[in-house]
C-alpha cells in the first residue's frame, strides 16, 4: 500500500491514517508532524519550520522535500507507506514522482477526504492531542472521558498552536489555492479516489477501505 491522503485541515487525514496504521501495519509519513517535532527538538529546520506554520503558510519546498526523501529511503517504507499531508502544491507533487520513480515505488492511490469547509473550523479549534501516544479527542465530536486526559495513556492532552481562528481560516486558504490543484494532477494520472470525509469516524474507514479494494 502506497498512498496519498489528500484533503484540507481538519478533513481527518490524520485520524484515518492512524486506522490504516493499526489495521495494516503501513508507516504514516506526516510532514506536519515531523515538523511538529523538528520544532520541539529545536532544531535549525524547525526553527526555520516554525514562523510559517505559526501563520498557516507552506514551509518552503526545500525543506519538507529533504524530509520526505529521507523518511522514504528508511527500511519500513519497503512494505508501503502512507503519506499525509504531502505533496501540498505541484511542485512537490512533481518532485514526489521522481524520487517514488527513483526509489522504484510507485504511488498506488491518491485519496481525497472531502469535508465541507464549513464543519473544518470546528474539528480543527476542537481538536487535543494527546502529548503521550499522540492520540487525538476533539471537544465537540469525541472528547477525552476526563478533561485533558488521554484515554488510552493518561497523559495531558495539548491544542496545536496553528489552530486558532486567523490561523485555520489562512491555512483553508492556502488549501483552495495550492493544495486543492493536486485533485486534478492526480485525476489526470488515473490515480485520484474520492471519499465523503463527512460521516462518523468508522464509517469514513469503511469508505477509505472500499475506495482502496481493502478488506
Ligand atoms: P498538517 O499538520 O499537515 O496540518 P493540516 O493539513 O492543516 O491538517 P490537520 O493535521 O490540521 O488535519 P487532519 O486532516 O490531519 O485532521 P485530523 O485527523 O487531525 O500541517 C500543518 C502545517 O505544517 C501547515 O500549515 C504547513 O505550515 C506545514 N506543512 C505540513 N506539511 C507541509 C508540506 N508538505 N509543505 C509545506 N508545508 C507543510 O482531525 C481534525 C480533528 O477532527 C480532530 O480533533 C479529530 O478528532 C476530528 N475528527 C476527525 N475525523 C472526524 C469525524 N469523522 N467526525 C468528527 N470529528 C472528526
Ligand atoms: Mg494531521
Redesign the pocket.
Known amino acids: 500500500m502506497r498512498i496519498v491522503l489528500l ?11 492512524k486506522k490504516l496504521i493499526e489495521k495494516y501495519g503501513i508507516p504514516q509519513i ?4 515531523l ?2 517535532a523538528a520544532i520541539a527538538e529545536g532544531t535549525a529546520l524547525g526553527i526555520e ?1 516554525k514562523a ?2 505559526h501563520k ?6 526545500e525543506v ?1 522535500l529533504g524530509m520526505v526523501q529521507e523518511r522514504l529511503k528508511q527500511e519500513d517504507c519497503k512494505k508501503g507507506f502512507i503519506l ?6 505541484t511542485a ?1 507533487a512533481e518532485a514526489l514522482d521522481r524520487l517514488l520513480l527513483e526509489l522504484g515505488m510507485p504511488l498506488g492511490a491518491v485519496l481525497s ?1 472531502d469535508v465541507p469547509f464549513e464543519i473544518l473550523m470546528k ?2 479549534t ?3 492531542t494527546c502529548r503521550g501516544c499522540g492520540q ?3 471537544v465537540f ?2 472528547p477525552s472521558a476526563v478533561d485533558n486526559t488521554c484515554d488510552k495513556c493518561g497523559s495531558g492532552l495539548y491544542q ?1 498552536d ?2 486558532t481562528e486567523e490561523t485555520i481560516s489562512k ?1 483553508l486558504e ?2 483552495k489555492i495550492k493544495t486543492a490543484p493536486l485533485m486534478d494532477y492526480f485525476r489526470t494520472k488515473g490515480i485520484l479516489k474520492r471519499v465523503s ?5 468508522d ?2 474507514f469503511s469508505r477509505v477501505k472500499a475506495a482502496m479494494d481493502l478488506e
Do not use: C, H, W
Open positions: 484533503g484540507a485541515p481538519g478533513a481527518g487525514k490524520g485520524t484515518q491514517a506526516s510532514t506536519g508532524d515538523l511538529r519550520a510559517y506554520m498557516g503558510e507552506l514551509v518552503p519546498d519538507v499525509d499531508g504531502f505533496p501540498r502544491n512537490q477526504v474539528r480543527l476542537g481538536r487535543r487525538m479527542y476533539n465530536f469525541s496545536r496553528d489552530d491555512r492556502v488549501y470525509g463527512d460521516g462518523s469516524i464509517e469514513i
